[in-house]
């Protein structure tokens, strides 16, 4: 029960108290992959620190430090995790899992802040060297080469198994989904929660509809994920949505220009989790350094905020590889990410200072979730003490 203290903060500060987990997606992890023809998954398993990596934990520092996050979604390659030799399921690569573990206990325990588990996968297995589309749809029964449902559900197992008693973990069953049926999406997110829930384990789970867990999507087409994603059961009622949502003008966050006003396109779905009494998180969105996509991602922050739907985000993104790349949103232009001290490729500040610390920063809430186990409840929401 929060304390008259913290419920009177909550009043003070009005609708963004609704907001309990906020933060950046570390990519990364799911780095060094490379298409070919002959050798499908050339670069598996790839060199830790070479080819990949999770996280750089001075960047962390700087996040919970100074900017006070208290939530990181962390990248991994199924196809790592589960070498292709052995498939899907609880046989791990246990080197890989250790270097995995150590950037999950580095933002839980040694920073305190919460970690959502993401394998960057699109539902696919076998083949991540062109993703999002190389590799068998998880569960396509029609597909020889495809790992099935029951295999997703025992790899969540075995993962929800080994993170149970850290209640700071997140379990994000799966990056982006898509071209498949809704009903498979469902079928595989409720294998996987079937499974971590008998491992004694009552994490907060994130689940992702279908078309690239689009916010904007949700309720369109003729087989949208709002037709049948409120139908998981969870026994302990501590599952919530995992939405993505890009503000340019295919939703794809490949473009600088920002036109997809986020009270406009998400209205159907937080209309839609408002029906079926459901919580959700946006994990990715992102914009360019722009005053047209500094307004709208300003709107965007603003919108999860006065919606109680929303409980969390996380923006897209930061990682220890990105350089002067950019994860999303400039139109292919190297103005680097929102890694701290990040610096676009002709010196000039990077993504981090122009879109973070500029335009996200400010909307970060001073009030967050600091302690006990992530939930679609929240918890206490407290100012960072460091």
């Known amino acids: 029960m929060k304390s008259t203290l913290s419920l009177l903060a909550c009043l003070l500060t009005g609708a963004s108290a609704t907001i309990y987990y906020a933060g950046v997606a570390e990519s990364g992890g799911e780095f060094g992959v490379y298409s070919s023809t002959a050798t499908p ?9 070479v080819d990949y990596q999770f996280i750089n934990q001075a960047g962390v520092d700087v996040h919970v430090d100074q900017n006070h996050l208290n939530l990181f979604r962390i990248a991994f390659l ?29 933002v839980t325990v040694t920073k305190g ?10 539902m696919r297995y076998n083949d991540p060297s062109s993703q999002p589309y190389s590799g068998s749809v ?27 008693d850290n209640e700071k973990v997140i379990f994000g069953l799966m990056n982006e989904p898509h071209d498949m049926p809704s009903s498979l999406v469902l079928e595989n997110n409720q294998a996987a929660i079937d ?32 037709a049948v994603m409120y139908q998981f059961k969870d026994p302990v009622n501590n599952t919530a949505l995992d939405i993505h949502e890009y503000l340019d003008v295919d939703f794809s966050g ?68 990105w350089g002067a790349s950019s994860p999303c949103c400039t139109d292919s232009l190297q103005l680097g990410s929102l890694e701290p001290g990040s610096t676009a490729a002709d ?21 967050l979730q ?7 409840a929240g918890g206490e929401l407290v100012a960072f003490s460091g």
Not at 113 to 122: C, E, K, M
Not at 259 to 286: C, D, H, M, R
């Open 254 to 321: 490949g473009h600088s220009e920002c036109v997809s006003a986020p009270e406009t396109y998400l209205a159907n779905l937080t209309e839609w989790l408002k029906t079926y009494q459901l919580k959700a998180f946006i994990t990715e969105f992102g914009g360019a350094n722009n005053t047209g996509c500094a307004a709208m991602l300003t709107d965007m922050v603003d919108y999860m905020a006065d919606n109680e739907e929303y409980i969390g985000w996380t923006a897209w993104a930061a990682g220890p590889f």
């Open 370 to 376: 600091w302690s006990g186990g992530a939930s679609v």
């Open 41 to 49: 998954g050339f670069g598996l398993p790839g060199t830790f620190g």
């Open 347 to 367: 010196g000039s500040p990077g993504l981090y200072t122009t879109v973070w610390l500029e335009t996200l920063q400010p909307l970060v809430p001073s009030l």
């Open 113 to 122: 802040a919460y970690a959502i588990l993401d394998p960057h996968n699109y």
């Open 195 to 226: 499974a971590i829930r008998a491992t004694g384990a009552e994490n907060l789970i994130i689940m992702p509809g279908n078309s690239w867990t689009g916010g904007h999507a949700w309720t369109e087409g003729t087989d949208p994920s709002s």
């Open 138 to 164: 998880i569960g396509n029964t029609s597909d020889v080469t495809a790992a099935t449902t029951a295999q997703f559900g025992e790899f969540w197992g075995e993962l929800a198994g080994r993170f149970a």
């Open 78 to 106: 199924l196809e790592r995790m589960c070498p292709v030799a052995t498939g899907l399921g609880a046989s791990f690569n246990e080197t890989h899992f250790d270097l995995f573990k150590d950037a999950v206990d580095y």
